[in-house]
């Protein structure tokens, strides 16, 4: 009796699971998010390479600097990069007398000798770029509520995020679609995560900067140029990274080539069971 029950009870679910996948589901309504969201663009980017393969590119010095200009005219007053020491900027071609300049013109925090007490001084080539605001509460109450992010590794941080940079920051020209609701106080953007953003359009027109090089600023040409910096400031190892391994790769297929010639050396004399039955 026990048996049949049990052999009942299995029969019960087996044929209720049965039907619910037979079942048809109710219809999901799209996501409008997913629906209007928008993949960064592509662009050939210099540090990629021929067809942004990945390999034998190089920063474009020019681009790195003027990249680094758009970033403190523009960007730095919301966004900090306190992962990068004045110093780094050596990399990108800034001479030690312009890095020292660079760096007098900020005030990091320090310790009174005298008094033992927190105080401020100007910042050295050895000091890293100082924090925007000093704690989340205060970037939140200077930004209305946002928290602006530290942009050292934000193309790190982000999918695609060389493209994701220099989309985010020339899309909110793009109209809302039809229906969608922009609430006070946010923009539309295709390219962030949630449609609306809180950031104004930082490049809200040509020529906001004035270029040492004579390079004319437009609104995409100071994306761009920003966008590669941040690219920078996430892996300033890129070049030397790509080295190594093109170096690493070449290093293999020596070796290979020595170890295919030296079996072929060693078992010249070694006849195969053919070659003796033959003899």
């Known amino acids: 009796m026990i048996r049949l029950g049990a052999l009942g009870a299995g029969l019960f679910f087996v044929l209720a699971l049965m039907l619910g996948v037979v079942q048809p589901r109710d219809a999901v309504a799209p996501d409008p998010v997913e629906e ?4 960064p663009q592509k662009v050939e980017w210099s540090f990629n390479g021929p067809g942004n393969l990945g390999i034998f590119g190089t920063f474009d010095r020019a681009q790195l600097q003027r990249g680094f200009q758009v970033y403190k005219e523009v960007c730095s007053a919301c966004h900090s990069i306190n992962r990068v020491a004045f110093r780094d900027l050596a990399a990108i071609g800034f001479s030690p007398a312009e890095i020292k300049a660079l760096a007098a013109q900020y005030e990091v925090a320090s310790i009174d000798d005298k008094t033992g007490e927190a105080a401020t001084r100007k910042a050295t080539p050895a000091d ?5 605001y000093p704690n989340e509460a205060a970037a939140r109450a200077a930004q209305n509520g946002a928290l602006p992010p530290d942009l ?6 982000r999918e ?27 923009y539309y953007n295709p390219y962030f995560a949630s449609l609306n953003i809180k950031m104004p359009p930082p490049l809200a027109a040509d020529d906001q900067v004035t270029y ?68």
């Open 212 to 279: 040492a090089d004579g390079t004319k600023a437009t609104r995409d040409q100071m994306a761009k140029d920003v966008a590669v910096f941040l690219t920078w400031t996430a892996e300033p190892k890129l070049e030397a990274r790509k080295e190594t391994g093109v170096a690493a790769v070449i290093f293999l297929l020596i070796l290979t080539l020595l170890g295919y010639l030296s079996y072929r050396r060693v078992w010249a004399d070694v006849k195969g069971p053919k070659a003796v039955a033959a003899e």
């Open 160 to 186: 695609d995020g060389t493209n994701y940079v220099h989309s985010l920051l020339t899309g909110y020209d793009e109209a809302p679609p039809k229906g969608w609701t922009v609430l006070d106080g946010l």
């Open 152 to 157: 050292s590794l934000i193309t790190k941080a």
């Open 128 to 132: 890293k770029f100082p924090l925007i």
């Open 36 to 39: 209007h969201h928008k993949h």
